[in-house]
């Protein structure tokens, strides 16, 4: 019984290393040939970069230079720029700009065509959002300066204002509100526009200010629209229309001051927020990164910054608050929504404010308590 | 006596091999180095000595300075004509004219051939060179040799604005190159502030050779504001050097290049006032019927020209209340919705217009017509 058992051992032991053999010569071959005939896409962070070619298709000995790729619907068959490449046995063409979902492109040798290939949109993307536009306030003053638009993806750039559109009370499209800047106005992470209004409609005295006044008429109500056919840079389109509707005030022409701030101070021992009334509409971004908190031994505090309403500033420590004085330093390149900031007005009028404030920072200070 | 011989020719054949070892790297022009640059984004092109190209590259704050080894001199410059120019590069790229933008353009001032900044929809950026029979190849940005400036990392004191801290750059509005310098004119995404830098070129990264200002002007000598600078020009007028700067806020204003030094606040006085919307995206000089003029283009309005006698002969500033567009006179061109413009020669300009059917078509200028 043990006999006829070892044998068996043996017997499953000679077919398990002839599988594995087999086994991996397949695997090396599939390795080695990854000639399937078919041709195929080249991807790198969800875009299509190339298109992989089959040797088995094109002539041999291979003629790169014979080789060219066009768009199908190209009928003078345009020669796309990049570069032809061999590797792992497969000739690959890499376009200056990733393919186009939804187009179709053709492999031609010698002007003749050798196959062709469509690049579809991307699955499982999700639709890209429009997270905030800010300000936030249904209530902006007249010289208002610039919207920012705050998106969950990179979205394509360079026609923005073909999306974006600001009605008035009786539903028409205003035309040149905005300054058509090119290149746009993106952040460093490509997903925040900043859109201004045309500045030389909002600076006092120019001729454009005295014959058309502000592009924003005060208690007029406005309704800015972004277009859901905007697409992110993978081809895809906001899921809808977004809306903002509004109601212009009095212009802004007060330099905003950090003495008029309320703090609702945390208490001693707490990870309570230090919260920040700055008694005025500020810029978003800029009050979020314009301000921070000192110890008394001048160290920055660690946590995390949040504003809403464009003028609630709130701080989350990382470490609880001790009993003791701390400080703020405040930015003066702050501003407020009419480009405001803490030294000068968007325009100073040189007969009142006659010498510029040349302060880098203001500082605030303020106590803890148990 | 023969053995100390043939010491020292030893230790002379040593040093030689040690510094053949050191000294191995072809000298490069401009204090340039071999390599691919880090491109995220082109955004404007401007020419400066021999075959040398700027690339602001906004995405990184950085102005790169390529070779192009583009240095085979043409007289007379063949004129370009393309109609459908956006459909053109879209075919030559593989996409469709909706997801590309052409976001400058720059005559190479040796060999007339026009370098073409392009971006896709999803951001990358592409180098393009149109040769004089209209053919459209690849700048290559691989190994090539380049040198480059941080614009948002001052590298001292010296080189930040006059409050002392890091101008904010998150786009670059212009570059030009004049008297050995190179000139970028800057937008910051978030607050409106005027900057303004002039780097001596070959880069050296001292503090000396760089210096960053901030440019005021005023309204009829009442109103002052540090707007943004969106393109400009350089011009000598009686002797003396000049930046003419068109601002986001409509002015056109005069510097003198003297006052641009690190430190001082520069006034500019203000010569024109534009017209609606009319803030030009691009300027240059054109020479007609012996005259210079200042041309100016507008994506939402006609290109203007301003005759260089008048501005010369515009002694003073704008402080007198006007109805229309003020200070020197411009003449409205027949030609609406400019999108780029650059010098060919003299008296031609190479035209990158939106026709009224939409289309898109590179024209040249007849040395008459404009």
């Given at each position: 019984?043990?006999?006829?058992?070892?044998?068996?051992?043996?017997?499953?032991?000679?077919?398990?290393?002839?599988?594995?053999?087999?086994?991996?010569?397949?695997?090396?071959?599939?390795?080695?040939?990854?000639?399937?005939?078919?041709?195929?896409?080249?991807?790198?962070?969800?875009?299509?970069?190339?298109?992989?070619?089959?040797?088995?298709?094109?002539?041999?000995?291979?003629?790169?230079?014979?080789?060219?790729?066009?768009?199908?619907?190209?009928?003078?068959?345009?020669?796309?720029?990049?570069?032809?490449?061999?590797?792992?046995?497969?000739?690959?063409?890499?376009?200056?700009?990733?393919?186009?979902?939804?187009?179709?492109?053709?492999?031609?040798?010698?002007?003749?065509?050798?196959?062709?290939?469509?690049?579809?949109?991307?699955?499982?993307?999700?639709?890209?959002?429009?997270?905030?536009?800010?300000?936030?306030?249904?209530?902006?003053p007249a010289n208002l300066l610039?919207?920012?638009?705050?998106?969950?993806?990179?979205?394509?750039?360079?026609?923005?204002?073909?999306?974006?559109?600001l009605?008035d009370?009786?539903?028409?499209?205003l035309n040149h509100i905005?300054?058509?800047?090119?290149?746009?106005?993106?952040?460093?992470?490509?997903?925040?526009?900043?859109?201004?209004i045309d500045p030389g409609r909002i600076k006092r005295d120019l001729v454009l200010n005295k014959k058309y006044g502000n592009p924003l008429v005060q208690n007029s109500?406005y309704?800015?629209?972004?277009?859901?056919?905007?697409?992110?840079?993978?081809?895809?389109?906001?899921?809808?229309?977004?809306?903002?509707?509004?109601?212009a005030t009095s212009p802004d022409i007060?330099?905003?001051?950090?003495?008029?701030?309320?703090?609702?101070?945390?208490?001693?021992?707490?990870?309570?927020?230090?919260?920040?009334?700055?008694?005025?509409?500020?810029?978003?971004?800029?009050?979020?990164?314009?301000?921070?908190?000192?110890?008394?031994?001048?160290?920055?505090?660690?946590?995390?910054?949040?504003?809403?309403?464009?003028?609630?500033?709130?701080?989350?420590?990382?470490?609880?608050?001790?009993?003791?004085?701390?400080?703020?330093?405040?930015?003066?390149?702050?501003?407020?929504?009419a480009?405001?900031?803490?030294?000068?007005?968007?325009d100073?009028?040189?007969?009142?404010?006659?010498?510029?404030?040349?302060?880098?920072?203001?500082?605030?200070?303020?106590?803890?308590?148990? | 006596?023969?053995?100390?011989?043939?010491?020292?020719?030893?230790?002379?054949?040593?040093?030689?091999?040690?510094?053949?070892?050191?000294?191995?790297?072809?000298?490069?022009?401009?204090?340039?180095?071999?390599?691919?640059?880090?491109?995220?984004?082109?955004?404007?092109?401007?020419?400066?000595?021999?075959?040398?190209?700027?690339?602001?590259?906004?995405?990184?704050?950085?102005?790169?300075?390529?070779?192009?080894?583009?240095?085979?001199?043409?007289?007379?410059?063949?004129?370009?004509?393309?109609?459908?120019?956006?459909?053109?590069?879209?075919?030559?790229?593989?996409?469709?004219?909706?997801?590309?933008?052409?976001?400058?353009?720059?005559?190479?001032?040796?060999?007339?051939?026009?370098?073409?900044?392009?971006?896709?929809?999803?951001?990358?950026?592409?180098?393009?060179?149109?040769?004089?029979?209209?053919?459209?190849?690849?700048?290559?940005?691989?190994?090539?040799?380049?040198?480059?400036?941080?614009?948002?990392?001052?590298?001292?004191?010296?080189?930040?604005?006059?409050?002392?801290?890091?101008?904010?750059?998150?786009?670059?509005?212009?570059?030009?190159?004049?008297?050995?310098?190179?000139?970028?004119?800057?937008?910051?995404?978030?607050?409106?502030?005027?900057?303004?830098?002039?780097?001596?070129?070959?880069?050296?990264?001292?503090?000396?050779?760089?210096?960053?200002?901030?440019?005021?002007?005023?309204s009829?000598?009442?109103y002052?504001?540090?707007?943004?600078?969106?393109?400009?020009?350089?011009?000598?007028?009686?002797?003396?050097?000049?930046?003419?700067?068109?601002?986001?806020c409509t002015?056109?204003?005069?510097?003198?290049?003297?006052?641009?030094?690190?430190?001082?606040?520069?006034?500019?006085?203000?010569?024109?006032?534009?017209g609606n919307q009319?803030?030009?995206?691009?300027?240059?000089?054109?020479?007609?019927?012996?005259?210079?003029?200042?041309?100016?283009?507008?994506?939402?309005?006609?290109?203007?020209?301003?005759?260089?006698?008048?501005?010369?002969?515009?002694?003073?500033?704008?402080?007198?209340?006007?109805a229309t567009?003020?200070?020197?006179?411009?003449?409205?061109?027949?030609?609406?919705?400019?999108?780029?413009?650059?010098?060919?020669?003299?008296?031609?300009?190479?035209?990158?217009?939106?026709?009224?059917?939409?289309?898109?078509?590179?024209?040249?200028?007849?040395?008459?017509?404009?």
């Amino acid at each position: 019984m043990a006999k006829i058992y070892k044998i068996n051992i043996l017997q499953s032991a000679k077919l398990y290393v002839k599988y594995s053999l087999a086994f991996f010569l397949m695997a090396i071959l599939c390795c080695c040939n990854q000639d399937s005939g078919n041709i195929t896409l080249v991807y790198h962070d969800h875009s299509a970069v190339g298109i992989s070619i089959p040797k088995s298709i094109v002539s041999s000995p291979l003629d790169l230079g014979s080789i060219k790729v066009s768009r199908s619907i190209d009928k003078s068959g345009t020669a796309m720029l990049g570069e032809f490449v061999e590797e792992k046995g497969q000739v690959i063409f890499r376009p200056l700009i990733p393919l186009t979902p939804g187009l179709l492109y053709t492999i031609y040798e010698n002007e003749k065509p050798i196959g062709e290939i469509e690049v579809p949109f991307p699955k499982g993307e999700k639709a890209p959002l429009l997270d905030a536009i800010y300000p936030e306030s249904d209530t902006l003053p007249a010289n208002l300066l610039k919207f920012y638009f705050q998106f969950s993806k990179q979205m394509q750039t360079g026609k923005s204002l073909d999306h974006v559109s600001l009605l008035d009370e009786r539903g028409d499209t205003l035309n040149h509100i905005f300054l058509n800047l090119q290149p746009e106005l993106w952040d460093s992470t490509g997903k925040i526009l900043t859109i201004w209004i045309d500045p030389g409609r909002i600076k006092r005295d120019l001729v454009l200010n005295k014959k058309y006044g502000n592009p924003l008429v005060q208690n007029s109500k406005y309704q800015l629209v972004v277009s859901g056919k905007w697409k992110d840079r993978f081809g895809i389109s906001l899921t809808k229309n977004y809306h903002k509707v509004f109601v212009a005030t009095s212009p802004d022409i007060v330099m905003p001051n950090i003495d008029s701030w309320q703090i609702k101070r945390p208490k001693a021992n707490t990870l309570e927020p230090l919260t920040i009334d700055v008694n005025d509409k500020m810029d978003h971004l800029l009050l979020k990164e314009s301000i921070i908190v000192l110890n008394e031994l001048g160290v920055q505090l660690e946590g995390r910054v949040e504003v809403t309403k464009d003028r609630c500033w709130k701080f989350y420590p990382a470490k609880t608050w001790q009993s003791e004085h701390y400080q703020l330093k405040v930015d003066t390149r702050l501003e407020d929504l009419a480009a405001n900031n803490l030294n000068r007005l968007f325009d100073r009028d040189l007969t009142k404010q006659k010498n510029l404030n040349n302060l880098m920072y203001l500082t605030k200070t303020f106590e803890v308590k148990d | 006596m023969k053995k100390s011989y043939l010491l020292i020719a030893t230790g002379i054949f040593g040093m030689l091999l040690l510094f053949a070892g050191i000294n191995h790297r072809p000298n490069l022009p401009y204090g340039m180095t071999n390599g691919t640059p880090e491109i995220k984004s082109i955004t404007s092109l401007a020419f400066g000595p021999t075959g040398v190209l700027f690339i602001g590259d906004s995405q990184n704050a950085t102005v790169i300075a390529i070779d192009t080894k583009d240095v085979k001199v043409v007289k007379t410059a063949k004129a370009f004509d393309l109609k459908n120019v956006d459909v053109k590069i879209a075919d030559a790229l593989g996409t469709t004219k909706e997801n590309i933008s052409i976001n400058d353009i720059a005559v190479n001032p040796i060999s007339k051939q026009l370098y073409i900044a392009v971006k896709s929809a999803d951001g990358t950026p592409v180098l393009l060179v149109l040769t004089a029979d209209n053919e459209f190849k690849t700048v290559s940005l691989k190994d090539i040799n380049f040198s480059s400036v941080a614009l948002n990392n001052a590298p001292a004191e010296d080189a930040k604005d006059r409050r002392g801290r890091p101008l904010r750059i998150s786009s670059i509005s212009d570059l030009g190159y004049a008297d050995g310098k190179l000139l970028v004119s800057g937008l910051s995404n978030k607050e409106f502030s005027s900057s303004f830098r002039s780097i001596k070129f070959p880069f050296t990264g001292k503090q000396d050779d760089e210096s960053t200002l901030e440019m005021y002007h005023a309204s009829h000598g009442r109103y002052e504001t540090t707007s943004p600078v969106r393109t400009f020009s350089t011009t000598t007028i009686s002797g003396k050097k000049y930046v003419v700067a068109s601002y986001t806020c409509t002015p056109l204003v005069l510097f003198a290049m003297d006052d641009l030094k690190p430190g001082i606040t520069a006034k500019g006085r203000t010569i024109a006032e534009m017209g609606n919307q009319n803030t030009p995206a691009d300027m240059i000089w054109l020479k007609s019927n012996g005259q210079q003029f200042l041309v100016m283009a507008n994506d939402n309005r006609p290109a203007a020209k301003v005759s260089y006698q008048d501005i010369e002969k515009f002694e003073g500033s704008l402080t007198e209340k006007v109805a229309t567009t003020a200070g020197v006179n411009f003449t409205a061109l027949p030609y609406q919705k400019v999108l780029q413009l650059d010098k060919l020669d003299d008296n031609r300009a190479v035209i990158v217009q939106r026709k009224a059917n939409g289309e898109v078509d590179l024209w040249t200028s007849d040395g008459k017509n404009i």
